[in-house]
């Protein structure tokens, strides 16, 4: 395949080894300071949890792009890739570049795997896709290996390769279930995809700092704090990335339309049972009705792209507009003044011109200036992540105290087995909070053309 390169690069490198000036963490079960989300190691988890949910997002769009034969597939490919290079970097940054030559090989390869069996089922060739599934397995055993002794042997290969299994099985099964044509089992996958790849960052961070405890800080990637940042991270940047593929299938009509919206309603859905869950029934109906306000303005956008009337995306623009400056002014109050109302609303008209750039460069068939904004899109918003999270975790500490684990976790699956949870209260707030910075969720019905 012929990737493409350099679409967008990433301010990784060394950065991730750079202690926080004033922090200290918990040690030995005392705690020292107060929580926050901003310590190295967090920063490595959030880093890690962005770039392999990318690769989830975007492995399995160019997947389905390469099944379509589709204009764009080149540039969704060459976003896969570039993803490929900053996770190397990353693990360049703590295990030296001989360690991130190794993986940058492997995790190329195994893309290739996923793409020899995309080619297989477009030539109907059931002995090829085999030979690329067992080729997958392969390298789940080798990569398991790697893992196991770069980690030495704080995450543990048997385990891994069982994790590595699930993410194989989500990928594959999104995409036979979209050339199936049962869109809605091939989304599901999706978000599963991406989900399953920020437990594996939550594992994987683990390990490292404790494996390299001064390198960062002697801080831990898993706290109470931290998970919240990692958190919102998650939804914040799945919602961007489902966003953008939902606004394309739009203006294309495309036959998976109505399952990609329908993953975008989840998402929705989910956040509006968290509120009813807290504050009732009214409360969760009330952020509906203000998610909705937005929503609207997205959608008005991308049917006036498709009907090339000026006048109406121009009004589209102005409604976001007036929006952003309401629900920002709306965050400063419920805060506290800990979110500034102009910080709120430079951060949302950020988000607002990525999408809406990655829209008009896909709807005119730029697509490398189309792909440079999707990630720079879904990178965006763990930027967002980090300071809402920062700022309700200064709002409620006593709710965020945590002492150091007792047992590492012996997998990139998950966290660590003893913790205390943040309160799920703090978890709306900050899922509250999503709004101020989010993307768009179309309607479920065809766009008209």
Not at 77 to 106: R, W
Not at 368 to 380: F, G, I, L, P, Q
């Amino acid at each position: 395949m012929n990737w493409k390169k350099g679409i967008v690069a990433l301010p990784l490198s060394v950065s991730l080894l750079l202690p926080t000036a004033g922090i200290v963490s918990a040690q030995n079960g005392e705690t020292h300071s107060a929580p926050t989300v901003e310590t190295p190691a967090a920063d490595l988890r959030a880093t890690l949890g962005h770039l392999l949910s990318e690769h989830a997002y975007f492995a399995i769009e160019t997947m389905r792009k390469g099944a379509e034969g589709a204009a764009d597939f080149e540039e969704s490919a060459g976003a896969l890739s570039d993803n490929t290079e900053d996770l190397a970097k990353a693990i360049s940054s703590v295990y030296g570049e001989e360690a991130g030559k190794q993986f940058h090989d492997m995790w190329s390869n195994h893309i290739g795997f996923f793409v020899d069996y995309v080619k297989a089922t477009g030539n109907k060739d059931e002995d090829a896709k085999q030979k690329a599934l067992d080729s997958l397995a392969n390298y789940k055993n080798e990569f398991s290996q790697f893992l196991e002794t770069a980690t030495g042997e704080r995450l543990e290969a048997d385990a891994l390769a069982e994790g590595l299994q699930m993410h194989v099985n989500q990928l594959i099964g999104a995409f036979d279930s979209y050339v199936a044509g049962n869109y809605e089992k091939a989304y599901e996958y999706e978000r599963e995809a991406i989900n399953h790849m920020h437990m594996v960052a939550k594992g994987l961070s683990s390990a490292i700092t404790d494996q390299f405890p001064d390198k960062f800080n002697n801080t831990m990637a898993v706290t109470p704090a931290s998970d919240l940042r990692a958190k919102l991270g998650h939804l914040l940047a799945e919602h961007a990335g489902l966003a953008m593929m939902a606004m394309q299938n739009g203006i294309d009509g495309s036959k998976d339309f109505e399952a990609s919206a329908q993953a975008l309603s989840e998402n929705t859905d989910d956040l509006a049972a968290a509120i009813s869950s807290v504050y009732g029934e009214d409360a969760g109906m009330k952020f509906k009705e203000m998610w909705s306000g937005h929503i609207g303005y997205f959608v008005d956008y991308v049917k006036a792209t498709a009907a090339n009337d000026e006048a109406k995306k121009e009004e589209a623009l102005k409604n976001l507009e007036q929006y952003r400056e309401d629900f920002s002014n709306f965050l400063e109050t419920a805060t506290d003044e800990r979110l500034k109302a102009d910080m709120l609303s430079q951060g949302l008209q950020d988000h607002v011109e990525q999408l809406i750039g990655a829209f008009n460069s896909y709807a005119g068939e730029n697509y490398a200036t189309a792909y440079d904004n999707v990630r720079e899109a879904y990178a965006h918003m763990f930027t967002p992540a980090k300071a809402l999270s920062g700022a309700f975790v200064n709002q409620f500490p006593e709710k965020f105290e945590s002492s150091m684990p007792s047992d590492m976790p012996k997998t990139g699956m998950g966290g660590t087995a003893q913790q205390q949870e943040f309160p799920f209260e703090l978890l709306l707030a900050g899922l509250l909070a999503i709004a101020a910075a989010t993307g768009v969720v179309l309607r479920r019905k065809q766009i008209e053309r």
